[in-house]
Nanobody
Framework: QLQASGGGLVQAGGSLRLSCAASGRTFRSYDMGWFRQAPGKEREFVAGINWSGSSTYYADSVKGRFTISRDNAKNTGMLQMNSLKPEDTAKYYC????????????????WGQGTLVTVSS
């Protein structure tokens, strides 16, 4: 089970830190991804990290502004979001147990419930 938190309302240029808390001992063996979905749009890839944290992947739209990380000892994944823009407004989801590409939502088996991020201009 995954529980995403940390969303909220922030002004453009601000920062938020999202967390994804996982239950169970298998979190450390799973690759993880963050996705987001804005109203009326498809769910899109934001960032991914392998099980050990040694490899990370980012969408071009967030590269240089967002940082994905994980703490396997705490069964937690994080997404640090800096220099936020109004176009980052969306519900953000964490997901684990990837079977294929990092970039496609259909490749992940388990999903959190999402946390809403709203960036005002």
């Amino acid at each position: 089970q995954l529980q995403a938190s940390g969303g909220g309302l922030v002004q453009a240029g601000g920062s938020l830190r999202l967390s994804c808390a996982a239950s169970g001992r298998t979190f450390r063996s799973y690759d993880m991804g963050w996705f987001r979905q804005a109203p009326g749009k498809e769910r899109e890839f934001v960032a991914g990290i392998n099980w050990s944290g040694s490899s990370t992947y980012y969408a071009d739209s967030v590269k240089g502004r967002f940082t994905i990380s994980r703490d396997n000892a705490k069964n937690t994944g994080m997404l640090q979001m800096n220099s936020l823009k109004p176009e980052d407004t969306a519900k953000y989801y964490c997901a684990v147990d990837r079977s294929g590409s990092y970039y496609y939502a259909k490749e992940y088996r388990y999903w959190g419930q999402g946390t809403l991020v709203t960036v005002s201009s």
